[in-house]
């Protein structure tokens, strides 16, 4: 029989706020632990939320990006349970009236396009975390996350294949981080996913039992663990069996699934109002500010970088992959006039040296300014592409501008005419038995005479003109 | 008169003219603890250290001509609201050793204004309950018959101003935690319209009816303590950004053309004949005042008690389960295991009625459960306040009774749950529909026993309910009349 997967994702992104999402406190990552704290996100006795305007913008520009309804009035809710890490008791998050609901994504499976529905966004806290001691008995509490703005985005479960899942997450990272809401970071964890998979019979309209999946921090790991998990579930379909509905976690070394114990997953997390916070109402005139204020978004930016410079859509892919780079490349395109080039030479080279360095684009030594003034220097024929290799890794090494380095190391072209002649003419002059052979018709050795004179000149001949006038003065001798 | 025994607003004209000093003030509380604490039982921990502290800055202030609207009065607080670096216990063994690292808004407030603190009042624990016999602490004693409770969860607050050991408090009142105590103890206890008064570090045991109030001598210092609490705090999101009146203003306004509403279902059978006496006499005296009585209806009167004991308690057990072990408070020593760890803290933690509420919440919030009894609850609530809203289309303010019986017997009460929830079945109502409340003393019962009159409005109409009680108390005369400890 013949099994289609059904698959749903849970993406919890977090903010990327100054400050948390109740109090005060920074969201720095990485801080001595308990050090971004305070009354309110250690769940003090007598403590009260106030909520973050920047969170709420946030989690607005997510929602109108991914075309989202949003709701004009929004509740928080309390969702109860105990753990170490939760230091309320209960985790504020939005349940049963959300920011914003019904929206979409478009993603590219196998060159075709596909639309995933979304069906709500909403905003909450994240819980700390525990440091469990390697050595003792004793696990350790740090508070420095919790209270760290999150919104949750919930799929339909419009998702047919471990591929598709990994392009739909593509796309919202990719939507995130542009928007430069959320850092995207996986290993960090301010971009996590959980996922609900069922199969069902191809034929079938009803859904199967599904599981959920958890733990996996990456994007390879997601698409690993829902291929596991389509194998897994097909497995025991096929053989009679039927699907637990569960909480497996991902294993990444042994690369399987397994179920969570029983006792974590039942939980009743009671949901009610949050008495401590207002219904938040949104705005329709801060809501279309925050519409302005919307970048554009990367496959968008794709489709008019195709359109305006003429440039591959791989190519546009690649560019646009980060904002700051389609940014960088836009500058260099606009000031060179040369976009053709810029694409190349950003493409290339600016690519290889931050790779190599694993740098940013934001960190490249080379400003668009000079990389533009480098293509139109060579394209004034003022540097050969050759010498501009040179150049352009000096660039990156120095941070100097093409025309300071080309000054300071001479490495100006040579390209008048009578200066050549004369290099050329006793070039020609110092090879007698070269020119004979070349006469009697050996034409390969013209090469040789190129060879010479840009020895002669150290290179600095613009090799155009040098071939021109050898051309010429050879046929004249 | 001793000094401990007269009113904010007297102790401050003679402050002003520098015929005591804020430390004669304070040596005059602490002189009356000293004498009858043992009796009454109304603190949890006294701060004697800081307030003779405080007093001597009073007096500086004084003397450089600084007079604040409390400066050198001693004022007791509820051991619910937070003091930074001083211990705050909320009457429970969980907290038995906690010290906040703040201070709550309203104690910020109370300090700017210049008050002297006199310590932590005694209160059932987590304020769950109406006698103050739940504290961790022991129960404290009504001071006008010491075998009686003096009312709850306020009670010490109540119970301090009372016996003289301070000379106003703050208490909190979730189902009428102010204005029973007030009522059963002889003072005046105003619960504010919710978002009036700040609850950041107010601890929290129902966080939508959670109001903070005065209680005081008479209903001038009412008006006094109010202009000090009320106001917008940013750090309470559901406190209302709204200027506040000054309330001293509203006293001697008189009440001439007034229609007072008398709600029919507060006049039932079973309420105590001398408390129906008392509120007869009242409504004789209002009146007298110029004001015009009518009969109004509170039809939904009958769900109060039982919505409330739906949603406090549901909102109670999502608020205490911070107090897990983890952090900060009692601990439960050599678990095995994380799960044992919190369930003997809490166990051991927690108080009977504590942990009853809990589980009452709990189950109201439970999947399967939720709709039929939370969600019902907070509709049936909206039909409660939609009563009152319809109610003070016809009339200024409702009279009714704060409590149905006089102080009852320590004791009495404490095996049956129901009867005593029973006893919040008047005050419960105005905390559902967040509206304000003021409990002014009215009669006295054959036994010495005072009675209490509650006065209720519209939201953000304290003004108004100390321009009534203040007529009330010029006309009752009641207020030379003290416990004889
Ligand atoms: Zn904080």
């Known amino acids: 029989m013949e099994y289609e997967p059904v698959i749903g994702l849970e993406v919890h992104a977090q903010l990327l706020t100054a400050s948390k999402i109740f109090c005060g406190c920074s969201t720095e990552f990485g801080a001595i632990p308990n050090s971004h704290t305070c009354p309110v996100c250690l769940g003090m006795p007598g403590v009260l939320p106030v909520l973050n305007k920047k969170v709420v913008e946030y989690a607005l520009k997510m929602a109108l990006a991914t075309h989202c309804t949003i ?61 469990h001691d ?62 609900n998979i069922s199969l069902r019979p191809k034929w079938e309209t009803a859904f199967g039992t599904r599981t959920e999946l958890k733990n996996m921090n990456s994007f390879r790991n997601i698409q690993r663990a829902l291929e596991y998990e389509i194998k897994r579930q097909r497995y025991v379909l096929e053989n009679g069996g039927s699907v637990a509905q569960e909480t497996r976690l991902w294993d990444d070394a042994q690369g399987v699934t397994n179920p969570m114990r029983g006792k974590e997953e039942a939980h009743d997390y009671r949901y009610f109002p949050d008495p401590d916070l207002v219904s938040l109402t ?86 668009p300014e000079s990389l533009a003034q480098l293509i139109t220097l060579i394209d004034a024929g003022a540097i050969s592409g050759k010498m501009a290799k040179d150049v352009i890794v000096e660039m990156y090494e120095t941070g100097k501008s093409p025309k300071a380095i080309i000054e300071e190391k001479g490495m100006v072209q040579i390209a008048d005419e009578e200066t050549l002649k004369k290099v050329i003419s006793s070039v020609i002059g110092a090879n007698p038995q070269q020119l004979s052979q070349f006469l009697a018709g050996k034409d390969k050795l013209f090469g040789y005479f190129v060879g010479q004179v840009m020895k002669a000149t150290q290179g600095k001949a613009n090799p155009q003109l040098v071939n021109e006038l050898l051309k010429k003065m050879l046929a004249e001798t | 008169m001793k000094l401990n025994e007269l009113t904010i607003h007297e102790l401050q004209d003679k402050l002003r003219r520098i015929e005591v000093s804020a430390v004669d003030i304070v040596s005059s509380v602490f002189d009356r603890i000293d004498a009858v604490e043992g009796k009454v039982h109304a603190y949890i921990a006294l701060m004697k250290e800081e307030a003779y502290e405080q007093a001597a800055r009073a007096d500086e202030d004084i003397k450089q001509g600084h007079i604040k609207e409390l400066t050198g009065i001693p004022i007791a607080l509820k051991d619910i609201l937070c003091t930074k670096g001083f211990r705050t216990t909320c009457a429970s063994h969980v907290l038995h050793n906690y010290i906040p690292p703040y201070d709550a808004t309203v104690i910020e407030k109370l300090k700017q204004a210049g008050a002297v603190f006199t310590g932590k009042t005694n209160m059932d624990e987590f304020a769950m309950g109406s006698s103050t016999e739940t504290s961790y602490f ?79 001598k008479d209903v001038e210092d009412c008006a006094i303590m109010m ?90 057990s999502s608020n205490l389960a911070r107090y897990d072990g983890v952090k900060y408070g009692y601990r439960s ?117 005072p009675i209490g009159a509650q006065f209720l409005a519209g939201h953000f109409e304290e003004g108004k309910l100390i321009q009534i009680a203040s007529v009330l108390e010029k006309t009752a005369h009641l207020k030379s009349r003290r416990p004889n400890l």
């Open chain 1, 71 to 131: 709701n004009e009035t929004s509740n928080f809710a309390r969702k109860n349970y105990f753990y170490p890490d939760l230091p309320k008791g209960y985790q504020i998050s939005q349940y049963a009236q959300p920011l914003a609901e019904h929206g979409k994504v478009e993603i590219e499976v196998n060159g075709g396009k596909k639309v995933i529905g979304i069906t709500r966004i909403h905003m909450e806290e994240d819980a700390g975390k525990l440091i």
């Open chain 1, 134 to 195: 390697e050595y003792n008995p004793a696990s350790y509490v740090d508070l420095n996350r919790a209270g760290v703005p999150l919104i949750e985005i919930v799929s339909e479960p419009d998702i047919r294949s471990a591929e598709e899942a990994g392009a739909y997450l593509k796309r919202l990272h990719e939507i995130l981080v542009y928007m430069e809401i959320c850092d995207g970071n996986m290993e960090e964890g301010s971009f996590r996913c959980d996922a």
């Open chain 1, 282 to 367: 949104v705005d329709e005139l801060w809501l279309e500010e925050i519409k302005r204020s919307l970048p554009e978004l990367p496959l968008k930016k794709r489709e008019r970088f195709v359109r305006d410079y003429q440039i591959p859509a791989y190519d546009a892919g690649v560019l646009t992959s980060s904002r700051a780079l389609a940014d960088y490349f836009e500058a260099v395109a606009k000031l060179s006039g040369k976009p053709k080039a810029a694409s190349n030479w950003v493409m290339v080279d600016i690519l290889k040296f931050l790779n190599d360095d694993k740098r940013e684009i934001k960190d490249c030594p080379i400003l």
């Open chain 2, 138 to 216: 022991g129960v404290t004693k009504n001071p006008w018959a010491l075998e009686r409770i003096p009312g709850g969860s306020s009670g010490g607050s109540a119970a301090a101003v009372a016996a003289d050991e301070c000379i106003a408090s703050i208490g909190s009142d979730t189902g009428g935690s102010i204005r029973q105590p007030a009522a059963l103890c002889g003072v005046v206890g105003m619960k504010p319209t919710y978002g009036r008064v700040s609850r950041f570090g107010l601890i929290a045991f129902a966080s939508s009816l959670d109001q903070l109030g005065p209680f005081t």
């Open chain 2, 227 to 316: 202009n000090v609490m009320a106001g917008y705090d940013p750090k309470d999101s559901t406190s209302v950004p709204m200027d506040v009146p000054d309330y001293r203003s509203f006293i001697d306004r008189g009440i001439d053309a007034w229609t007072v509403g008398i709600p029919k279902e507060y006049f039932i059978e079973g309420i105590d004949a001398e408390v129906m006496t008392a509120m007869q006499e009242t409504i004789k005296l209002v009146e007298k005042a110029g004001a015009r009585c009518v009969e109004i209806s509170l039809p939904h009167t009958d769900y109060c008690v039982a919505v409330y004991y739906i949603i406090a308690p549901a909102e109670a």
């Open chain 2, 333 to 449: 020593s050599k678990c095995r295991d994380l799960l044992e760890m919190y369930k003997k803290t809490r166990s051991e933690g927690f108080g009977a009625e504590v942990k009853r509420r809990i589980m009452i919440g709990t189950y109201a919030l439970s999947s399967g459960y939720y709709d039929a009894y939370y969600k019902k609850a907070s509709q049936v609530r909206a039909l409660i306040k939609r009563d009152f809203d319809q109610a003070f289309t016809k009339c200024d303010v409702i009279l009714a009774p704060t409590t149905p019986t006089p102080a009852f017997k320590i004791g009495e009460k404490t095996d049956n749950p129901l009867q005593m929830y029973l006893s919040d079945i008047f005050t419960i109502s105005t905390n559902l529909a967040g509206i304000p409340g003021v409990s002014v003393p009215c009669g006295f019962a054959g036994k010495g026993l």
